[in-house]
Each structure stands twice: as C-alpha cells, then as structure tokens.
C-alpha cells in the first residue's frame, strides 16, 4: 500500500531492469487543484489501448473521485494528458523525446514510460497492443489500484490530488510467451455464482463474467485464457459476444489438453447427432467438427491444442494398443495441422500449437508418437504438484519449445482439492523454475478452478511467468507473498500476515484440508481416523489443533487492527481460508481424540465428540458469511461441499457401545509398560529438557482427587495433585527432569512415581539414560528407538565437477530440502564423481534390524526416460541405489501426493553403540531430500514431522 501525506500522491515511476533513464525526474500533475489531465489513445491504435485508456480513467476516478475525459487522437498534443498508443504509431513517435532502441522495439509484449518531449504529457507505448495495456496497468498499480479490486474487492484509497514523477523507463520482455489460467471444476463455485448472481441474463460463464477475468488477466501481466468446459457451462463460442471480448481485450484463446482444435467436447460433441468421437470409425464428423471451428477462429489470437483424447479428460477412443494409438494420432495432427494451414496461416509453423504431454498421452509419447517441431511441447505435473517430466537436452532444441500446464486446483483421484487453495508458494516456485531453467518458457497455464479462493497463487504463478528472473532466489517467494499483502493491507501488517499464510501453507503442506478424512476418490471411499497419533509423540493430534488455534488467533488480532473497508478483502484472502482449513482439520482431529478415547472408556469423548460437531457448524457459518460479504457481490462463489465427498460430511461418531467399568483412569505417554506390568514413561536422556505427559482422567465416576505421592526432587511435574469433575473431566500433567537435582541425587537411571486417586495407587516408572553424556553436543542421536535428522543438516556436502547438492530455503517438511543440481547434468552412477552428503549418528541399541526411512519429495524424472535414484552408504556396508519413481496412478504414488513425502526404507545394521555415518551420493538431477528417520524398534514412526534429536 502506498504511502501519503498530506493527501497528496507522488509516484515515481522508475523500475528495476530499465535500459534507459534521464537524469532528473519530471513531475507529472494528474489531478491538482481542481485540474484533471486528459487521456488520449491513439486512433488509429487497436481495441484494447481504447479498452487500457478507459481503465486507467476509471482507476483514476477510483483515487480522486473525477474521471479525466478519454479520447482518441491522431495529432501532436500540446496540452497536459496521458497519451497510449503503439511505440511505432505517428500519435506516439509525434511526441517522444528520443526514438527506442533497436532491441526493445524487437521485444513482444513491452512498454516504454517517458515523459513527452514538450515535459506535458506522459507517454505510455507499447510494442504491441498487449505491451501498452502492461504499461496502462503498471501505472494503475502505482497508483493504488490493486489487480484484484474487483475480484477481491481491494479498496482504493481516496485523494486530494495526484502527481506522478517520471522517469523514462524500458520494460523487459516477459519470461514466457504465454501466460495465462484454466477456468476448471467451475461445478460448484464459478459457474453457480455466474449464473445466480453475476451474469444471470446468461445464466452461465458468459461475455460479462469473462470481460472481468480478462480484465485481471492483463492487470497480472498474463494472456491466455483456457475457457471454463465442465458440463455445467456453455462451450466458449456458444456465446458470440465471448470471441468478441477476448478479441477486444487481446487475449489469446486456448482449450485444454482434451479438448482439441478449441472445441469444448462435453458440450459441443452430440454422439447422438455426430456419432462417437472416434477417428478410426468417424473420420469425417470428427474432421468437420474441428474444421467448422477453426474457419470461425480464423481472426483470432489462439493457441490450437493438437492432439486427441477421449470426449472428456479420457482415453481416445477406438484404440486397443499404444501402437494403435500412435498410429491415428499421427493422422490426427496431421490433419489439424492441413486445417490450421487452410484457414489460419499457410505457414503453419506461425501460428501457436501446443501438444499436451499428460496421463496416457505420455506413454504414446514415449513410444513413438511423432511431433512436428514447431508445436510446443506442453508438460504436466502430476495433478498434485509435482512436474511429471520436462522437455530434455534434444527436446529443448525444439522451435516450439516446452511449457507446463500446472495445477492449483483439482478434481480426480487419489482425493480432490477443489474447495481452498492450499499448494506451498515454495512448491510452486521450485517446479516452475525448474521447467523454465529447462528452457520450458512457451507456454505457462494454471489450473485456478474458480478463480477464487486461489487468489495469491494466481498472482504468484503469473508474476513468475512475466519476470521469472526474480524467482531465482527461492527465499524471494517470502519476500513476494509479504509484498502481495503490503499492497492490500499496508506494510505495517503484511509481515504479520505473511507469517500466518506461511504457517497455514505449511500445514496444508503437511496435510491438505480436503485429505483430512483419510479418504480417496474414483472410487469414493468412506473416511477413516488419521495418521496423527493421539497417544504417542507429545500428542500430534493436539499439536496440529494449537498449531491451527494459534494462526487463528493471529488471523483475529490483524483483523482488530484492519479498517472496515478492508474487512471483507481480508476475510477471502486470509480469514475465510485459515479459519476453514483449522475448522476440517478440527472437526477430524476432535473425532480422533473422541474415538481414542472412547476406546479408554473416558467420559471425555462425549466432549470431544461435540467439539467435532462443532467444528462443522464453524465451516457451515464461515461459508454462509463469505456468501454475504460485500453486500451480496460472491453470494454462490463459495461452497463447502466440492463434489459431495464423504470428507466434507457433518461428522457421524457412534459411542453408544462405550461402557464405563471403573470409576477413573491414567495413562501414560506411549502407553508403555514394563516387564513387571508397570506403566513407564519414555526414556529421559541427560541434558535433554524433553516432556512426557500422564493423562488423568473420569471415567464413570462424577469426580475425583488425585495426587503424587512422595515425588523425588529431580522429578518435576506441571502440576502435584487436582480433583476431576463434570467440568474438568480430565488433567494432562507433564512430568520433566530437573538435571541439576537430579546430579545431586546420585545420577539415578530409574524411579518409580505414584499417583494417588480416590484410595487407588498408580505405578509409574521414570527412566534416564546417560548413554551420551560424553558426546558432542547438537549430535544427532537415538532416542526411544527413534533418530530424525533433516536432509539440510549435514555434517558434509562434497561437490563434484559435474553437480552439487543445493538448499533450497522454505521448501519440504523440514523447512529446507537438498536439491541435486544442476538439472542438466546426466545421471552419475561412478560415486568418485558425485557430489555426497555426510551425516553423523549417535545410538544407543545395536540391532542388525535397524530402519533407516529417507523421505524426499515425490518429485518425477526431469524427462521421460530418467530415475529419481541417490545411491545411500551407512558405515563402511556396500553402496545401495534407491529410486524414488512411482509408476502412474500407483498406491505408492497416491500416498506420496497425498503427503508430500516419498519415502523408502533401507534395512542396515547398528554392530556397536555409538557414532554411525550416512552417505548420500548424487545419481538423478532434481531429487530433493527432506528427512531421515532412523528407527531401531517397531513402533511406527509420527505422521507429523518431529523435530531433529539433538544431544542437548
């Protein structure tokens, strides 16, 4: 948000990355004293600088209340205006101080902001139409007009008078040719709200609906647009005035992956009337149906899908072999590719095609399919995230070149993730900048479902299709998300801010929202308990709820601080996302603890059973607001329940069969037990300051005392006795060591505690271990059968000639994985020429049963025929090879995406107490490791990552 004073705004209009600049600033008065400039376009210019100009009038009616009259013009002007036009118009060359270089008029998409050469006007040119609508658009945004006013209600705040300081200024050219979104799934968000609220003379996503998203499209510096094409919506060119409005504003019109030759097939495709979309049997319909649009194309700025698959998102039809397959999809481009020829441009290398490389067209690929050299080669992430292959050394050589189609949103197995938009920024960055360092910068799109909630994705996917550049450092993705709520809520909070969405990304990281239920789609199966352990690992079930508890909290203080007008903004962008995201996972986390605890027969289920309860009715009135804001204006955009499925159900937990036997309870952590029977607690280890807690807890008595008895110095607990009752039906005690009494009690390695309750005495054994009272200190070591050390905390990193592991900061579980780079060096199978990672390791146990869990990231191979393998040593034993490919829709592939974790076991023996090495050595270019777990027994390992076991 720009600072003011006095009411004044000056703006500097001076960028990073200019080629030119004049040596003093001139001042520019757009509204001052009662005088308002004009906004003159150039005449003879294309629709969207009268489209641009109009804009920047209303903007600048959005500051000062007073709209500048917008006019067209041929002649010099002499008079104090804005002048938008083509750099190489007579209208602008009339008035420029000095003509543009040679290279920047060769640049596509470009603008130039100068002063004229008479200091009266400001010049806003561009190299093409779409470059001066950039150049329009930057200065709205300097002005403080923020890209989602409308479609995240950003206000603008109001001024006395408005000046701008100029500086000539020559923009770059965007890093991608082609940058742009899918409108997807749009079933229960985009569509309805269309269609009940917004554009209801349509009834539909129409002409209206989509001048605004191509309005925001320029705003973000982006291009191309993938039209909605669920059965809910009428095919794009069903509405005439659609092509008009994206010809108007300069967008360039594509179709997804299934739907080629920009024909929608769900609604454009009668099989009744056509016959099946079947090429080997229905050449002819097929052949006419694509020809028939392409001849009303013909004036339009398009990228033409090349391809064919089934009539929706499947398989082609008509085929029983890849072979088969390859075969008709040879004929099939070629044939397009006659028509693209025919109608469009007979040098058909000139006009945009891409062929998406996505589910089985993918094998078809590499098995043979042949693709003409200019068609850009587009790439997929496997619908989670994760980049399934990119263009490799020869690939990139292609005069099509490469790009991705990435999601943020999507309906499909293993789960869908269609309600918010929870995708890690850090995620985003690293496989995006991973494609475009492969030189697979022709084509960005982005699968943003309904637009919103995927608010800051959008902008963050988009900023890095036009300046990717900036994204090199993967620590800029924090600096870009505080910079994104800077300007909506002022740089006083956006540091606030900032932190509660990475919060909210990494938890959403570790478990998306619509994951919770434990559930998976296609088929639709019921919903399970989840993964976080209730009794185990100081509470994940409870860690996770106070992790969400406390970013919630924080989402309410920064709403304190807000002004009205900025409440309804913030509640999509952060409230309504963070407060949802805590609701599903409270409303399963509660019911875990419920159906635990109803196994231990505690009183308290019932409580944690209407706590789930009320965790649903949180999202039911968090939804009904955000369908209320702004007067109305989102009524219908927002809905809790995608698709119906099981996990966004109110939650059904059945304790009609708990019986309560005994009056009260107590159970320790772990519930761990001697071989004598009597409960202990897990092991304590000398100077490590580590909790474990004792539930007390009501049974089928109403109340209880309780209290310990005779307690030693060295054992502190939080709190010494409490009595139980229908408000308190349970106590947590955390019980610690105090090493200082603990030294002056003799160094004991164990003792039994009691408790006390209602006449009733409870055993507890305490045990110590001073296995590694010699050790470094910040060693890594085994603690209760367990040691976790992250991937970015060795001991050692060797690099090679060839590659090197690198960190990169804000991505993984742990906060930071190691990368091989560089991402195009070849797989290094001879060990002296890889780059190796050394870690230490202190046990306690000595087993030759010990598991060693490596968890990376479930990335793919860079290209289609490559691995995701590191070769791991422990000790002195033999070099081991392990791959972390996953095979198509397979189970281990589903688990991965659903957690974010690959992860493979490796069997090694511990022959001695004390320090083990681990060697990692670089094979695959891209794999990213997170974590090790080293696990001595078989007690199964947290869900949640746990922090490092340091000797301290």
Request: contains cysteine.
């Amino acid at each position: 948000m720009v600072k003011f004073w006095l009411g004044i705004i000056i703006l500097l209009i001076s960028f990073k990355g200019s080629t030119q600049t004049i040596e003093r600033d001139i001042v520019f008065d757009i509204y001052t004293q009662g005088k308002l400039t004009a906004v003159f376009y150039d005449a003879d210019g294309n629709s969207l600088d009268s489209i641009s100009a109009n804009l920047l009038a209303d903007d600048i009616a959005r500051v000062t209340g007073h709209r500048p009259t917008v006019k067209p013009e041929k002649k010099e002007i002499h008079e104090s205006a804005i002048l938008i036009g083509s750099v190489t118009s007579n209208f602008i060359k009339k008035n420029l101080q000095d003509s543009p270089k040679t290279e920047f008029l060769a640049q596509k998409e470009s603008y130039l902001l100068q002063a004229s050469k008479d200091k009266k006007q400001l010049i806003i040119a561009g190299t093409d139409a779409r470059g001066t609508a950039y150049g329009v658009f930057s200065i709205s945004k300097k002005l403080g007009v923020n890209p989602w006013y409308w479609w995240a209600d950003v206000p603008v705040e109001k001024k006395e008078e408005l000046k701008i300081n100029v500086q000539t200024f020559y923009s770059k050219e965007p890093s991608v040719s082609y940058r742009g979104i899918f409108l997807n799934d749009e079933d229960w968000g985009l569509q309805p709200w269309a269609a009940n609220n917004f554009e209801t003379e349509t009834k539909d996503i129409g002409p209206k609906t989509y001048e605004q998203i191509f309005e925001l499209l320029l705003r973000l510096n982006a291009n191309t647009i993938w039209p909605a094409m669920h059965p809910s919506t009428k095919a794009f060119f069903y509405y005439p005035r659609n092509p008009e409005i994206a010809k108007k504003y300069h967008i360039v019109v594509g179709s997804s992956h299934a739907e080629p030759m920009l024909r929608n097939n769900v609604d454009e495709w009668d099989k009744e009337k056509m016959g099946s979309f079947n090429y080997k049997t229905n050449k002819e319909n097929v052949y006419n149906y694509w020809e028939t649009r392409v001849k009303e194309a013909e004036k339009m700025d398009a990228i033409y899908t090349i391809g064919m698959r089934g009539v929706h998102d499947s398989g082609m039809e008509g085929v029983s072999s890849k072979e088969e397959a390859v075969a008709v999809l040879n004929d099939v481009i070629n044939d397009q590719r006659f028509l693209i020829k025919k109608y469009i441009n007979k040098e058909v290398s000139a006009v945009p095609q891409a062929f998406t490389v996505y589910k089985e067209v993918l094998d078809l690929y590499k098995n043979g399919l042949e693709i003409p050299d200019d068609i850009t080669l587009v790439w997929t992430d496997d619908n989670y995230g994760y980049i399934r292959s990119l263009s490799n050394a020869e690939e990139r050589k292609r005069t099509g070149g490469g790009g991705v189609y990435y999601h943020a949103s999507y309906w499909g197995r293993p789960h869908d993730y269609l309600w918010l938009s929870t995708t890690h920024p850090s995620l985003i960055r690293e496989e995006m900048m991973k494609a475009y360092n492969l030189n697979n910068k022709e084509i960005w799109i982005l699968n943003v479902g309904d637009v919103k909630p995927a608010e800051y994705n959008t902008q963050l996917f988009l900023d890095m299709a036009y300046n990717a550049e900036k994204f090199r450092d993967p620590s800029y993705v924090e600096e870009h998300q505080q910079e994104f709520y800077a300007t909506i809520f002022g740089a006083d909070l956006a540091k606030s801010i900032g932190e509660v969405q990475n919060r909210y990304y990494k938890l959403a990281f570790e478990r998306k929202p619509e994951f919770m239920g434990w559930s998976q789609t296609e088929p639709t199966t019921s919903i399970h308990q989840t993964a976080y352990k209730t009794l185990s690992y100081g509470d994940e079930v409870q860690q996770r709820i106070n992790a969400y508890g406390d970013i919630e909290e924080k989402v309410d203080l920064i709403e304190e601080k807000l002004p009205e007008n900025l409440k309804s903004t913030y509640f999509q962008l952060v409230k309504y996302p963070v407060k949802a995201s805590a609701a599903i996972n409270k409303k399963f986390l509660y019911r875990d603890k419920s159906l635990t605890y109803a196994k231990q027969f505690r009183k308290s289920a019932h409580k944690y059973k209407d706590l789930s309860y009320n965790s649903y009715k949180d999202i039911v009135e968090l939804t009904k607001t955000y369908n209320q804001i702004s007067n109305g204006k989102w009524n219908g955009i927002m809905d809790m329940k995608p698709r119906r499925l099981p996990v966004f159900d109110k939650p059904e937990i059945d304790l009609s069969d708990v019986y309560y036997k005994q009056l009260a309870g107590i159970v320790v952590e772990d519930t761990l037990t001697t071989e004598t029977g009597i409960d202990k607690l897990p092991t304590f280890y000398v100077n490590n300051f580590a909790s474990y807690f004792i539930d007390i807890y009501l049974k089928a008595a109403n109340n209880a005392q309780w209290k310990f008895n005779s307690l030693p110095e060295w054992v502190k607990v939080s709190k010494s006795s409490g009595k139980l009752n229908e408000d308190d039906l349970e106590e947590r005690v955390y019980v610690t060591i105090d090493w200082k009494a603990w030294r002056t009690a003799g160094k004991p390695l164990s003792e039994i505690i009691k408790i006390e309750m209602n006449g009733r005495e409870k055993k507890i054994q305490i045990n110590v271990s001073n296995k590694y009272a010699s050790i470094p200190e910040d060693s890594f070591t085994e603690k209760n059968g367990v040691a976790m050390v992250y991937a970015h905390s060795y001991l050692k990193n060797k690099a090679s000639e060839k590659i090197k592991w690198n960190k990169i900061e804000g991505l993984g579980h742990s906060g930071a994985v190691m990368q091989v780079e560089s991402f195009e060096s070849l797989p290094i199978l001879n060990y002296k020429e890889a780059s190796v990672l050394e870690y230490e390791f202190y046990t306690e146990t000595v087993t030759d049963k010990a598991t060693l869990l490596i968890t990376a990231l479930p990335t793919h191979p860079l290209t289609t025929n490559g691995d995701v393998r590191i070769a791991v040593q422990w000790n002195d034993d033999p070099i081991e090879i392990i791959d972390f490919k996953t095979k198509g829709r397979s189970e281990t592939w589903k688990q991965n995406v659903l957690s974010n974790k690959a992860i493979k076991e490796v069997e090694v023996a511990i022959k001695a107490f004390g320090k083990q090495t681990l060697k990692i050595y670089s094979v695959d270019a891209g794999v990213c490791l997170d974590y090790f777990i080293l696990k001595t027994n078989t007690n199964t390992v947290p869900y949640k990552l746990m922090s490092e076991t340091k000797n301290n």
